[in-house]
């Protein structure tokens, strides 16, 4: 039978050029696309297959339009491209309940990695830094939601203390994307105090530049976290 090559629609004629435009550096990242007239002239379409290419590069994270403004190529930056899947991420986790287990997983083997990676690179200034981050979740202790947001900060200075900007990200967006499953375990009777224990024991394991302690004190925080996670579920 033979191969019918669908017909394609004008917007994605349109989409094709400016993307080729983007990625060989004629349009750079901050600078405005040229505006929708201006398009329409030099593409000989219509209105419609302009404004439906731009918004598709907007869906996708690559351009930002304000009223009255010409789109805007985004400047990238890891934060901004792993949010571009924050709510497919949640949505995934709240119809594939299996999934949280795989995020779980993949959280526990990304910040046993960063917890060792940070014990090698930390300075004395990054130690302080990490040390100051336990302390004001110690103060925290008496509003439930400024302890979670102290906890991921705490996560995050480690991911930073790497030096790989794809780390943060990936470590906050786990955190934000499965945050229904963080604070139950925030809200547990005596919770507080052991979370708050075992950051000191990474803290300290980072600060002495013991990669496998760092690792093992992140993993075993972690872990526990599960656990306890699976108790509350069941009770």
Known sequence: ???????????????????????????????????????????????????????????????????????????????????????GAMHLLRTQPDMLEHLKSARLFLEAGTARMAAERATKEDAARLRLRVEQQRASMVNLEEFLERDMAFHREIAQITGNPIFPAIVESIFRWASDYYRPMVRAPGAEALTLAEHERITEAIASGDGDAAAQAMHAHLSRANDLYRTLMKS
Do not use: F
Not at 59 to 83: F, K, N, Q, Y
């Open 1 to 87: 039978m033979p191969e019918i090559i669908p017909r394609r629609k004008l917007y994605q004629e349109v989409l094709d050029r400016l993307m080729e435009r983007i990625r060989n550096g004629e349009i750079p990242p901050g600078a405005h696309l040229p505006s929708e007239r201006e398009l329409m002239e030099m593409y000989g379409v219509g209105r419609p297959a302009i404004r439906e290419a731009l918004q598709t590069l907007e869906r996708s994270g690559i351009v930002e339009i304000v009223h009255g403004e010409r789109a805007r190529v985004v400047v990238p930056t890891a934060d901004g491209l792993i949010a571009q899947i924050a709510s």
